[in-house]
């Protein structure tokens, strides 16, 4: 699998998708190949689970959510490099992969998102028949 084929958009077109006050927040991804599937790791600091919303929708899976700002509202910034707002990040998949069977994790700021080959698409032996 390509990333092309993954239709994973450059970081400057997922820049261009969120903006909040002048400022983005794009969550970063590394996405790894097996011979058993997909690994997706996307980084999520300050990002509460329950505010992340992970879909798949017509083969886009799509990561959503959001970075609350309220802890800072009392707070006169002096420096920040952590960019807040709401977020989303979608990747086609293609239809190599088994949808049902994938398993997305949160823990340590990290969301891990395990994407399963469908079997058709595995490495397989052919028997030889006589």
């Keep these: 699998m390509t990333q092309q084929e993954l239709n994973v958009p450059e970081k400057q077109e997922a820049r261009d998708e969120v903006t909040r006050a002048g400022r ?5 991804v590394d996405i ?6 997909l690994w997706l790791w996307a ?21 959503e959510g959001q970075v609350d700002v309220k802890q800072y509202e009392e707070m006169n910034p002096l420096y920040t490099e952590y960019n ?10 293609s239809s ?14 990290v969301l891990s998102l395990e994407i399963p080959k469908a079997e058709r698409t595995k490495p397989r032996r052919i028997a030889i028949t006589r």
């Design 43 to 63: 980084d999520m600091p300050g990002v509460d689970e329950e505010s992340l919303n992970v879909h798949l929708d017509d083969g886009v899976l799509s990561i």
């Design 24 to 28: 983005t927040y794009v969550p970063q």
């Design 84 to 93: 807040v707002g709401n977020y989303v990040r979608r990747f086609t998949l």
């Design 96 to 109: 190599d992969v088994d949808s049902d069977r994938i398993v997305a994790r949160m823990q340590h700021g």
């Design 32 to 37: 790894f190949e097996t011979k058993d599937g």
